[in-house]
């Protein structure tokens, strides 16, 4: 008997840290996405500083909201993160439009795509 609610009591620790491990991400790439489409509307009206200043906020969002991503994500998409965002860095510094709200609209695409993908329903199991 002791087995079978520790076993449960195991089960339901596994089960509640993969739905918080959603939700965290899930909340985290939000707010990521958010920024870069702040960033965006900025590069649109001109306002090259303030893009500047935004992209330097995602950086240090990025850094604080992803740092615990390694542990359960695939290091190869993390990678593919840092050097866009290495990319828009330069990008919009130097102030190119094109290529600037390319690397964004890429950027945000890896970024959402992490949550769908490490999300738990059929789809992903099947």
Avoid: C
Wanted: aromatic letters at 8%; hydrophobic letters at 45%; proline letters at 2%.
């Amino acid at each position: 008997m002791r087995l079978i609610v520790t076993l449960t009591v195991i089960l339901s620790m596994i089960i509640g840290l993969g739905f918080w491990f959603n939700y965290s991400l899930e909340t985290s790439s939000d707010e990521l996405t958010q920024q870069i489409d702040l960033i965006s509307a900025e590069i649109r009206e001109g306002h090259w500083e303030k893009a500047v200043e935004h992209n330097k906020k995602l950086e240090t969002t990025w850094g604080e909201k992803a740092k615990w991503w390694p542990i359960f994500l695939d290091h190869q998409e993390m990678d593919n993160i840092e050097f866009s965002l290495a990319k828009v860095k330069e990008y919009v510094a130097s102030q190119n439009l094109s290529l600037s709200l390319g690397q964004l609209s890429e950027l945000k695409l890896m970024i959402e795509h992490i949550p769908e993908k490490e999300i738990v329903n059929l789809k992903n199991i099947l």
